[in-house]
């Protein structure tokens, strides 16, 4: 019988987490290729999110012909390839245990296809994995994070097109022969469910052809599915100790109203947003109520027989997914206000406060979200992405960001009953450690981190590192093991 925990355990890996397209910059150096990520342009806020992320092919083409590099703060970054140690080093002045950062799939196979991998590329992330393997923090390595080669959507139409899988799966045992001994936490696909939501970043779909674009969509999702079993077996040939992890970006949602029409909506938008990645990857097999989802929109999987067994043999070690807010749905949604959120616009909730970029901020929802992936999975959870973007103001060389602190505070407590409700956690790392360029919106405006970085949205600053006093309150976190918060 499993034991009541108090609070946190005592192996808890606290931490932090960037991402390698939005920290790194130095995007032409050392022979990496163009990805994704180096074409996001910083957004417009008059235009509609939905114009934004689409990509079309004419839009494509048009951004590819942009050679003013400043129009694209990813590809600047903040300088985390020339300034890791640094960086590093700030955060194990805060206690991390764990650090999640990416490796840019472009520094070690520029285009994706090629037939050797960058050794200037591999050399870097020896040294960034040496790093933080020297201040004592486990290294938590997301394989892919929304910034695939340009080559590979190009000269090959993006992960609808099967042959992806292996350049993946190839890229993925490069790493695995590398540091697989070295690394005991990995994350397939960042946020995988981006290809319902994120659609370019995530799988490299380019919309030209309405008829298809959602059977692209989902043809992408399934090579990554295969995708990511098939690097579960090669890492598991490399190292018995190793965890390969799915990753979700966590739609919690509640029905608007007791009405049994919401009720049934807000459960449809849990299968469709959340489960419908989480149950194949865990489970090993698609879910029950995807057939009808094909049937409805005309989508006609191409499933191979041994894409079956080998889902089914090698699934995911942990739940890892990002969570920061919650959203309600409502099967007559014009009663209902709309509201900004993260990766798609959502449904008001009235009981709610909300960020400066109108996201629904929920402590008792992350609680209620680790009891629910608990108890329907069975596997460890990992908290990998959670925080607050904000417009932080420097005023006298010193950033209070008590609105980080309040937010984050009011998290943990809920992740403290989750783990006496039963769940099993192996970790925590905040979005983000350290200010970098906005995922969503390419901007350095909307802050995460527990350090400033002196940095305009044009990529203009000293790249000066400032703590906020966000900083000293989370190393007192962690010091204490999460005690102590009231």
């Known amino acids: 019988m499993k034991k009541f925990e108090q609070t946190f355990p005592e ?13 790194e910059g130095a995007f032409d150096l050392d022979g990496k290729g163009l990805t994704v990520a180096d074409i996001a342009v910083k957004h417009d806020k008059t235009v509609p999110r939905s114009v934004r992320k689409l990509i079309t092919a004419e839009r494509l083409e048009k951004v590819l012909q942009e050679t003013d590099d400043r129009k694209f703060p990813k590809r600047y970054g903040i300088d985390f390839y020339h300034r890791f ?69 190009t000269q090959y139409g993006g992960w609808k097109n099967r042959q992806l899988i292996d350049f993946y799966v190839t890229y993925a045992k490069t790493l695995f022969e590398r540091y697989g001994k070295k690394v005991n936490y990995w994350i397939a696909f960042n946020e995988i469910n981006g290809a319902r939501f994120n659609v370019f970043y995530s799988t490299g779909i380019v919309k030209d052809d309405e008829a298809t674009y959602l059977q692209d969509c989902y043809q992408a999702a399934h090579h990554q599915f295969v995708a990511s079993a098939l690097a579960k077996k090669a890492l598991s040939k490399v190292s018995k100790e190793a965890m390969l ?18 009720a049934l909506e807000a459960q449809k938008n849990e299968q469709m947003d959340n489960y419908y990645f989480t149950d194949t990857i865990i489970r090993g097999e698609y879910p029950p109520y995807a057939a ?46 709309e509201t900004d959120g993260n990766l798609k616009n959502t449904l008001k909730n009235p009981h709610l406060k909300a960020s400066e970029w109108g996201w629904q901020i929920d402590p008792i929802g992350l609680r209620y979200t680790l009891n629910d992936l608990y108890n329907r999975y069975s596997i460890p959870l990992f908290i990998v992405e959670n925080g607050i973007g904000a417009e932080d103001v420097l005023e006298d060389g010193k950033i209070d960001d008590d609105y980080r602190i309040d937010y984050l505070s009011a998290h943990i407590k809920q992740i403290e009953e989750a783990i006496k409700d039963g769940v099993q956690l192996i970790g925590y ?8 360029v906005s995922s969503g919106t390419s901007e350095m405006a ?21 703590p906020k006093k966000s900083f000293h309150w989370y190393k007192a976190v962690i010091a204490a093991n999460g005690l102590g918060l009231d």
């Not at 979700?248 to 009405?259: D, H």
């Not at 027989?305 to 090698?314: Q, S």
């Open 11 to 23: 192996n808890f890996l606290w931490g932090g987490a960037i991402a390698a397209c939005q920290s």
């Open 85 to 153: 140690k640094e960086d590093i080093a700030w955060c194990a002045e805060m206690g991390f245990k764990v650090f999640r950062f990416s490796i840019a799939w472009g520094r070690i196979f520029p285009n994706g296809d090629d037939a050797k991998a960058n050794t200037k590329g591999l050399a870097f992330y020896d040294q960034v994995i040496a790093e933080v393997i020297k201040h004592g923090m486990e290294p938590l390595i997301t394989i892919n994070h929304f910034d695939m080669p340009m080559n590979l959507v």
């Open 245 to 262: 992890g799915c990753m979700v970006a966590k739609f919690t949602t509640y029905p608007a109203t007791c009405k049994p029409e919401d």
């Open 292 to 337: 009808r989802f094909w049937h409805e929109n005309g989508i006609e999987l191409q499933i191979f027989e041994e894409d079956e067994a080998v889902l089914k043999r090698y699934p995911a070690d942990f739940l890892a997914f990002s969570y920061y807010m919650s959203s309600i749905s409502a099967a007559d949604k014009e009663n209902f206000e």
């Open 429 to 436: 790392t905040t979005w983000s450690a350290i200010d970098i």
């Open 446 to 466: 909307k802050r995460y981190g527990f350090i400033y970085v002196d940095q305009d949205d044009l990529g203009h600053g000293t790249l000066k590192r400032i």
